[in-house]
T-cell receptor, first 115, second 122 residues
Framework: DQQVKQNSPSLSVQEGRISILNCDYT??????FLWYKKYPAEGPTFLIS?????DKNEDGRFTVFLNKSAKHLSLHIVPSQPGDSAVYFC??????????????FGTGTRLTIIP | GAVVSQHPSRVICKSGTSVKIECRSL??????MFWYRQFPKKSLMLMAT?????????EQGVEKDKFLINHASLTLSTLTVTSAHPEDSSFYIC??????????????????FGPGTRLTVL
């Protein structure tokens, strides 16, 4: 049961344009949503997060939007740069009983920025 | 950001042998470490949560006798795949988190990921 879904396995965007990566989820218990970026042979690195009580969080070129009614979030990167080429994972956090934090990840979207 | 290392990065072993993977937080003390497994074109699946000085908490469907986790210090957690079989071949990745307080419920405390270990069981 895939609770966090990234339906686009890949995306190509021209340099300088906007990249939009999408993510859908099913579990209403998630309280934080995250985006991680992964380069080959490296571990994922944290990019940006958003609380479930907010609908937008911005950090430089990166903005995450959350639509709770649609159980959908998206990551916008503008302007896109060649160094943004990587695999992007959407993840969701929930706190289990006794304070155990758990992350559920999507399958990732490979973003390629075309110079 | 903080640095988490994993060793080895790649390992090939024969069926029936045991393999140990180390996860180290290099510049911070990690009271909690997480072990994930990733199959090709699949998402990272949480296997277990490891707290320093206590037994690991395993996710449903993960055999604790098969995947032994030890978190003996604040900077080191190990995952041992015992009696490995070809179906255990996968990408194993750990993450570490700094100690959290009551703010856990009101903020996201970043997990820092290692580079992963590719295990191939022949």
């Amino acid at each position: 049961d895939q609770q966090v879904k990234q339906n686009s396995p890949s995306l190509s965007v021209q340099e300088g344009r906007i990249s939009i990566l999408n993510c859908d989820y099913t579990n209403s218990m998630f309280d934080y949503f995250l985006w991680y970026k992964k380069y080959p042979a490296e571990g994922p690195t944290f990019l940006i997060s958003i609380s479930s009580i907010k609908d937008k969080n911005e950090d430089g070129r990166f903005t995450v939007f959350l639509n709770k009614s649609a159980k959908h979030l998206s990551l916008h990167i503008v302007p896109s740069q060649p160094g943004d080429s990587a695999v992007y994972f959407c993840a969701a956090r929930w706190i289990e009983n006794f304070g155990n934090e758990k992350l559920t990840f999507g399958t990732g979207t490979r973003l390629t920025i075309i110079p | 950001g903080a640095v988490v290392s994993q060793h080895p990065s790649r390992v090939i072993c024969k069926s029936g042998t045991s393999v140990k993977i180390e996860c180290r937080s290099l510049d911070f003390q990690a009271t909690t470490m997480f072990w994930y497994r990733q199959f090709p074109k699949k998402s990272l699946m949480l296997m277990a949560t490891s707290n320093e000085g206590s037994k690991a908490t395993y996710e449903q469907g993960v055999e604790k006798d098969k995947f032994l986790i030890n978190h003996a210090s604040l900077t080191l957690s190990t995952l041992t795949v015992t009696s490995a079989h070809p179906e255990d071949s996968s990408f194993y990745i750990c993450s570490a988190r700094r100690p959290v307080n009551l703010k856990l419920f009101f903020s996201y405390n970043e997990q820092f990921f290692g580079p992963g270990t590719r295990l191939t069981v022949l």
